[in-house]
T-cell receptor, first 113, second 109 residues
Framework: DADVTQTPRNRITKTGKRIMLECSQTKGHDRMYWYRQDPGLGLRLIYYSFDVKDINKGEISDGYSVSRQAQAKFSLSLESAIPNQTALYFC????????????FGSGTRLTVV | GQNIDQPTEMTATEGAIVQINCTYQTSGFNGLFWYQQHAGEAPTFLSYNVLDGLEEKGRFSSFLSRSKGYSYLLLKELQMKDSASYLCAVKPGGFKTIFGAGTRLFVKA
């Protein structure tokens, strides 16, 4: 099994719909992150969480919300999806020192039509 | 502002050596990372540099010069499976990591 698992892998949804992307990890890391990737742009941080009671906005949090249900689970919601939220979404985990960087999930390809 | 620059695309021949450059301008520096990302897949960690110099790991090496805001990733004995995007990322400090847009490497036979 993968260390960081994301569901679904692919999703097509309509404008205005609410959608949740889920992430679970077996790395035992406290730190979890949600990133989005768009063609020609670097990965951009949406939200991050350093433990269950610690949730923080990243650089592009507008239109998104998150929930840290347990140390191993971190979900991302789009309350009312819009077409410019079409992107590849990655969940990631890390140790505090980050000497080994992030461990990324396989990604969710989201299309909003 | 904070910025990372790397070439958009590169092409190299199987068996050859390729160097992918990365320059950065950030408010601080607490480490530089290289990741490999195959099309449609997750980025995977390749290397971490926090001090100046060369770090070697098998066929891959990464170099850092903090005074020049410069790094490169060196891939030796290129294989077809090395065709991927290579992401340069910098940790300016604290929790934040800034990613470059990536360099797409095409390895041809």
């Amino acid at each position: 099994d993968a260390d960081v698992t994301q569901t679904p892998r692919n999703r097509i949804t309509k404008t205005g719909k609410r959608i949740m992307l889920e992430c679970s990890q077996t790395k035992g890391h406290d730190r979890m992150y949600w990133y989005r990737q768009d063609p020609g742009l670097g990965l951009r941080l949406i939200y991050y969480s350093f433990d269950v009671k610690d949730i923080n906005k990243g650089e592009i949090s507008d239109g998104y919300s998150v929930s840290r249900q347990a140390q191993a689970k971190f979900s991302l919601s789009l309350e009312s999806a819009i077409p410019n939220q079409t992107a590849l979404y990655f969940c990631a985990t890390s140790e505090g020192q980050m000497n080994y960087g992030y461990t990324f999930g396989s990604g969710t390809r989201l299309t909003v039509v | 502002g904070q910025n990372i620059d790397q070439p958009t695309e590169m092409t190299a021949t199987e068996g050859a050596i390729v160097q992918i450059n990365c320059t950065y301008q950030t408010s601080g520096f607490n480490g530089l990372f290289w990741y490999q990302q195959h099309a449609g897949e997750a980025p995977t960690f390749l290397s971490y540099n926090v001090l100046d110099g060369l770090e070697e790991k098998g066929r891959f090496s990464s170099f850092l010069s903090r005074s020049k805001g410069y790094s490169y990733l060196l891939l030796k004995e290129l294989q077809m499976k090395d065709s991927a995007s290579y992401l340069c990322a910098v940790k300016p400090g604290g929790f934040k990591t800034i990613f470059g847009a990536g360099t797409r490497l095409f390895v041809k036979a």
